[in-house]
């Protein structure tokens, strides 16, 4: 853990200093028989185009609020990063009526129009794919994001203090996210080489630590399985055996 990290965007930029190549974010959909792994580096190329298409694609300033009504999935982990980077909230599940932006799944679309500012839309399909045709009142993320730098910079920089997250009615800094994220790595003991599995929602702050930001704040890897209840027993043990879990949140 380096004592000089102080939002969950600096997690990450440590964790491209340390070991780029490293697996970061495993992703299994268990509906959809789907699995996606990223490296640090992959995983910090989508964040950083994703930043960029915020920042420049969409105006996105500091402290504006962006509703991610979105489940547990390596995309979703990709917009946290980038709200981080950017400086502005994530409201996981958020109210798009008074949100700034809103990023929404298939099954969230109808919900979504209820934001009166930018609205992007995800598949959440197998590989990233695109909608077929762009849903209506939505930009499809897939079709905008490939098109963004693979370098981002910040206008402006990014206040730690400042409000990063909002999860299950609470509202976290950027520097509160990583302290709590550290306290838990500590607790559970992930450290460097630790792989955990988590089936956790993103819905709650446990789901999102083991999900995303405990691994990353120890240099550890996450293996994000969602729809984790329709995987037998026994499939669930060869996962952990190939997958060489030493840490589980189900």
Not at 41 to 46: E, I
Not at 70 to 90: D, E, I, M, R
Not at 99 to 125: F, N, T, Y
């Amino acid at each position: 853990m380096n004592a000089s990290d102080r939002t969950p965007a600096d997690l990450l930029r440590s964790a491209l200093a340390a070991d780029p190549a490293r697996p970061l974010v495993t992703y299994y959909d268990d509906a959809t028989g789907e699995r996606v792994e990223l490296s640090v580096a992959t995983f910090a190329n989508w964040v950083a185009k994703t930043s960029n298409l915020l920042q420049d694609g969409l105006s996105a300033e500091p402290g504006e609020r962006v509703a991610l009504l979105l489940p547990a999935h390596w995309q979703t982990a990709v917009w946290l990063l980038a709200c981080s980077s950017v400086g502005v909230v994530a409201d996981l599940g958020g109210d798009p009526a008074v949100a700034d932006h809103v990023v929404a799944g298939p099954d969230r679309l109808d919900e979504g129009r209820a934001c009166r500012g930018d609205r992007l839309a995800l598949s959440l399909a197998p590989l990233g794919r695109r909608f077929p045709a762009p849903p209506e009142g939505y930009d499809d993320y897939a079709v905008e994001v490939p098109t963004q730098g693979d370098v981002f910079r910040p206008y402006v920089p990014v206040d730690a203090d400042a409000p990063a997250l909002t999860v299950a009615g609470a509202e976290l800094t950027g520097s509160d996210i990583v302290e709590r994220a550290q306290a838990d790595a500590r607790r559970i003991g992930l450290r460097e080489g630790s792989r955990m599995l988590s089936g956790l929602g993103y819905d709650t702050w446990e789901g999102l630590s083991a999900g995303l930001y405990a691994p990353l704040a120890a240099g550890a890897s996450v293996v994000l399985c969602r729809n984790l209840g329709r995987l037998p027993a026994e499939a669930l043990e060869k996962r952990v055996e190939s997958e060489r879990i030493t840490h589980r949140a189900v």
